[in-house]
């Protein structure tokens, strides 16, 4: 069970295109980014209270019915990658570990 809390960085400036993409600019890395929907949904779930496993959960019972759906495995690793990429990036902060 993954405890981690992260936010978003109050720096960083995003902002969701109407084809489900999201530009990420970050003045930190002085970088711009764009992300997927799958990525764009993550990072919306990215809110400085839901666990890391709470995120995982709640995109697992959006997805669950989809035709092409990993099985759980797969999206835990999937998001957990996710969430792991936006704070290398500097995108993100963690907000707290609770083992």
């Known amino acids: 069970m993954d405890n981690r809390v992260f936010k978003i960085r109050d720096e960083v400036a995003f902002r969701k ?8 600019v970050s ?13 764009t949904e993550i990072w919306e779930m990215i809110d400085g209270e839901k666990t890391v496993s709470q995120i ?13 759906f990993p ?11 996710m969430i ?8 993100t902060e963690l907000v707290s570990k609770e083992d």
Do not use: W
């Not at 295109?17 to 990420?24: C, E, L, P, S, Y």
């Not at 003045?27 to 990525?39: C, H, Q, S, W, Y």
């Open 17 to 24: 295109a109407n084809d489900g993409t999201m530009t990420i």
């Open 71 to 81: 099985g759980q495995k797969q999206v835990s690793e999937d998001v957990t990658d």
């Open 27 to 39: 003045p930190v890395t002085d970088k711009i980014i764009t992300v997927n929907p799958t990525a």
């Open 84 to 91: 792991d990429n936006f704070f290398a990036r500097e995108l």
């Open 56 to 68: 995982i959960n709640f995109f697992s019972e959006a997805h669950s019915d989809d035709n092409d």
